[in-house]
């Protein structure tokens, strides 16, 4: 996924030389194309990042179109201040990017886990949050974001992800139909997505067919697609690479009680607490259930419960 970034990043500058780019001493020979293109608009800023959000803001208030890049954690929670209040309070269109998101980095430890990145991000007011789940899809949205009046946040991944293929192209703001189903639903969000799609494959040789969205844009929720699927569903499972709370999952739960819909909803994903050692992220997904294993469990379950 950084590589699509970098492309995205590159094809943006191009088209507007208000586009800078900050990172906190990350990235390198990711962004050398970058660099040697746009030189005067790459700022390492060093291992700062409440300065790199501080600067950005600045830059936005004098007309650019400032992107801030760095690990997840260290984009979010660190300078949460900062980008509170020099760039959600004012409303300021700077684009925020956090690298290996959920728990990409999951074998550095506590300090390198991000499964609370969306839901910081999604507190705070006018910010648009996004988990894209493949290369394509950051290609596509990030001129998407880079329009906004606003502030955004991107989770992106590490390197090697999977294409994930669907049957509509990445809207911001507009979940997007991966395979067509019935009786379950199934809704991801970020890296989630190709595990979802490889179990809902298998699954069909068992005569299972879920429906299956993909909500690369966790906020504004797309709820006009959330009636439809809720619609043509009477189970919506969600799975997420985040916590429990202020996620995917939360933002659907909240918008189902506050309809009155008697839609069920399950959760799959990481539990509310933290976890030590050096699991991989493979491993800690399994443990917890939201692999592709986790997944067609809990499809063939509700499967069953529906017929």
């Known amino acids: 996924m950084r590589r699509a970034f970098s492309k995205a990043l590159c094809d943006a500058a191009e088209k507007d030389p208000g586009v800078v780019f900050l990172t906190g001493d990350l990235g390198f020979q990711v962004f050398d194309d970058f660099v040697a293109r746009f030189g005067p608009r ?4 060093g291992i700062a990042e409440a300065q790199m959000v501080a600067m950005a803001s600045g830059l936005a208030k004098e007309g650019f179109r400032p992107i801030a890049y760095s690990i ?18 004012p ?6 990017v956090g690298a290996g998101g959920g728990y990409a980095y999951s074998s550095s430890g506590v300090t390198h886990h991000a499964g609370d990145d969306l839901a910081l991000m999604s507190l705070l007011p006018g910010m648009t949050v996004t988990a894209p789940c493949d290369p394509s899809e950051i290609e596509l949205l990030l001129p998407q974001l ?4 606003g502030p955004s946040y991107m989770r992106v991944g590490k390197f090697g992800e999977p294409a ?15 395979q067509r189903g019935a009786k379950v639903a199934v809704l991801t969000t970020g890296d989630m997505a190709a595990p979802a799609q490889a179990a809902v494959k298998e699954l069909a040789v068992e005569g299972i067919s879920p429906l299956l969205y993909h909500f690369h844009t966790v906020k504004p929720l797309d709820t006009g697609t959330l009636e439809l699927i ?10 997420e690479e985040a916590s429990p709370h202020g996620g995917l999952a939360a933002s659907v739960a ?9 839609t069920r909803l399950v959760r799959l994903g990481p ?13 800690y997904a399994a443990r917890q259930g939201y692999d592709k294993k986790g997944i067609m469990e809990a499809c063939r379950k509700v499967w069953r419960q529906a017929a």
């Open 42 to 45: 790459y700022i390492n800023v």
């Open 72 to 89: 997840a954690s260290f984009m979010t929670a660190r300078p949460f201040e900062q980008i509170r209040v020099c760039v959600s309070y």
């Open 146 to 149: 880079l329009k906004l009046d």
């Open 164 to 178: 994930v293929p669907a049957l509509e192209a990445p809207v911001l703001g507009k979940a997007r139909l991966l």
């Open 271 to 283: 539990p509310d607490s933290f976890f030590f050692g050096s699991l991989s992220r493979e491993t």
């Open 91 to 96: 409303n300021l269109p700077v684009l925020l």
């Open 254 to 262: 909240g918008w189902l009680a506050a309809g009155g819909r008697g």
């Open 230 to 239: 809720a619609a043509a569903a009477g189970t919506l499972i969600v799975v």
